[in-house]
């Protein structure tokens, strides 16, 4: 049977991109379909505008230490609304660049959210495509409790492009994207309320982490309300007013409500049941290789719920573009992926937490901590904190997890990313010489 294309991709975010132009290099006819800016949630309302907006926020703290080392006091003043503007005139400029990538690589884009007719046909508007292969790359979407005045509340969507800046700001989940915004919010100066379900932020990661993360948030001024839930939400004159409970039993009133309880696999209008696309637990499955239920259809990215980052889902569209256009057949290892949570104190980590090392090796867990002020600080005064963690198997003296929270984690991380995926031993650590003077040296020094 002739088909109109090699292969159409739905959704024009990290993993459809990378797919479409490295099956387009192989020679495949190539389209992709995007009913939104180009460029998925990592460009227009994810990684990209967020690390912008904590580069942001990082400033007020930077006027006050550069007092301690000579430099005089600053009575600076912020503009919410050019920071708003700019971020989005970055990510416009961005979305434009990688609509001259496809156009560059020969893969045509299609304006229209793409639904399915059968295994290989969809539908964009009233146009029809038939394809040989199909690759869905939809993305997640931001998840609502069913509460009384969620109507009341934005998510990491909106809060990009607040026309007013909240003086007060309520954050609901204590997950990495409610973590960092808290953070950012009140580096520009929001009073900032962070409601979380259980005893600390961060569930799934080191409890170090989670512990020093939290205690440096505090510290910078943050309110972080555990063990608590919003039970309604309600409009009054003064603002919204949060009932909360658990153990907080009251009220809180603020400008805006940032809902971060969570994300879903954005399969909603897909048609994925006129193809025969099996969906478990709200994602899409899928074989190590991407494959979904039905053969010449296939999925990367957050819609298959694995690993929900950015890398990952280009990583993952290389590999199939690579399998099913390049006569190279591969798919990738979703171990020992390194993430970054750019909060402040800033974090990172890489390979096993402390807590799933024990529960898989048992006593033969080692590690190794320190904790200490880095130079930077010495001299303005600020109680700021690095801790640097080793997780060693004690048998085989491999390093199983390596744990950052401080300055510059995110930079770190990825270097040692390496040494871990590599199967590197707290003996090849030792042995490697340190830069010094550099927060970095501490991981090669640990005893």
Not at 103 to 126: M, N, P, Q, R, W
Not at 188 to 212: A, E, P, W
Not at 300 to 311: E, Q
Not at 393 to 417: C, F, N, P, W, Y
């Amino acid at each position: 049977m002739t088909y109109d294309y090699d292969l159409f991709v739905i959704g024009a975010g990290s993993g459809g991109l990378a797919a479409s132009k490295r099956a387009a290099s192989y020679g495949a006819k190539v389209a992709i379909a995007e009913g939104d800016l180009v460029g998925g949630t990592c460009v227009i309302r994810g990684c990209v505008p967020k690390k912008l907006m904590v580069y942001a926020s990082s400033f007020s703290h930077l006027y006050k230490d550069a007092v301690g080392y000579g430099w005089s006091e600053v009575e600076s003043s912020f503009d919410w609304t050019k920071l708003v503007e700019t971020v989005d005139q970055e990510v416009h400029r961005l979305s434009q660049l990688h609509i001259g990538y496809l156009e560059k690589a020969g893969v045509e884009l299609i304006s229209g959210f793409a639904k399915f007719v059968d295994a290989h046909t969809v539908e964009v508007g009233e146009r029809k495509i038939t394809a040989d292969k199909i690759l869905i790359a939809v993305g997640g979407e931001a998840i609502k409790p069913d509460i009384p005045g969620i109507e009341n509340t934005i998510t990491s969507r909106e809060i990009f492009l607040l026309k007013e800046y909240p003086k007060r700001m309520a954050v609901m989940g204590g997950g990495y994207i409610g973590t960092e915004f808290a953070c950012i919010m009140n580096g520009l100066g929001t009073k900032v309320s962070q409601i979380i379900r259980r005893d600390y932020i961060l569930r799934g990661f080191d409890q170090d982490i989670r512990v020093d993360i939290q205690e440096g948030m505090i510290k910078h001024g943050i309110d972080i309300i555990s063990e608590t839930i919003v039970e309604k939400i309600e409009e009054t004159p003064e603002g919204l007013q949060l009932t909360l409970k658990g153990k907080e039993e009251t009220t809180l009133t603020v400008d805006t409500i940032l809902c971060a309880m969570g994300r879903k696999p954005n399969l909603t209008g897909l048609g994925l049941e006129n193809a025969g696309v099996e969906v478990t637990k709200g994602a899409i499955a899928v074989s190590p290789n991407s494959r979904t239920s039905q053969g010449n259809i296939f999925a990367v990215g957050d819609c298959t719920n694995r690993i929900n980052l950015t890398p990952v889902a280009i990583a993952e569209g290389r590999a199939f573009a690579d399998t099913e256009f390049g006569n190279n057949p591969r798919a990738i290892s979703h171990k020992n992926v390194p993430s970054a949570v750019f909060s402040q104190p800033e974090a990172a980590t890489v390979g096993l937490t402390e807590e799933e090392a024990k529960a898989q090796f048992g006593d033969s867990i080692k590690c190794y901590k320190a904790k200490f002020r880095p130079m930077f600080y010495s001299l303005t005064g600020a109680d700021e904190k690095t801790t640097v963690k080793l997780v060693v198997e004690s048998h085989t003296d491999r390093v199983l997890g390596v744990h950052l929270v401080g300055k510059d984690s995110a930079e770190m991380i990825q270097g040692i990313a390496i040494a871990v995926n590599m199967g590197a031993t707290k003996k090849d650590f030792d042995a490697t010489i340190g830069i010094h003077p550099s927060s970095a040296e501490e991981i090669v020094t640990l005893r």
